[in-house]
């Protein structure tokens, strides 16, 4: 039972990627929220965005509101982060997330995320 995630690579600054988030071994219809985290070299990892699998409401962290944009497709059992506008400090490992609580305060904490995806690496040149 795991999250996967595909998606990462090398661009350059102004550069767009999509991230895809896939659940193995169960169904993100078994979750409440799905979010997004980074993690720089040798800092925690952080928030990036969640949506709720259900209603489809977003957040997003004010670093990456107005370039990102999370998403989900029902129907194919996906989750997205598609990322424009990318900027050389976005650089980071990306992980998917999901968790079994309603999306409600908290969003960004990690605790509240019971499923995590293995991380892809974003890496954007300037």
């Known amino acids: 039972v795991q999250l996967v995630e595909s998606g990462g690579g090398l661009v350059q600054a102004g550069g767009s990627l999509r991230l895809s988030c896939s659940p193995s071994g169960f169904s993100f219809d078994d979750l409440f929220s799905m979010g997004w985290f980074r993690q720089f070299p040798g800092k925690e990892r952080e928030f990036v965005a969640v949506i709720s699998w259900n209603s489809g409401m977003t957040y997003y962290a004010d670093s990456v509101k107005g370039r990102f944009t999370i998403s989900r497709d029902k129907a194919k059992n996906e989750e997205f982060l598609q990322m424009d506008n990318l900027k050389p400090e976005d650089t980071a490992v990306y992980y998917c997330?999901?968790?079994?609580?309603?999306?409600?305060?908290?969003?960004?904490?990690?605790?509240?995320?019971?499923?995590w995806g293995q991380g892809t690496q974003v890496t954007v040149s300037s």
């Open positions: 997330a999901g968790s079994t609580l309603p999306l409600l305060t908290g969003y960004t904490e990690i605790p509240r995320y019971e499923y």
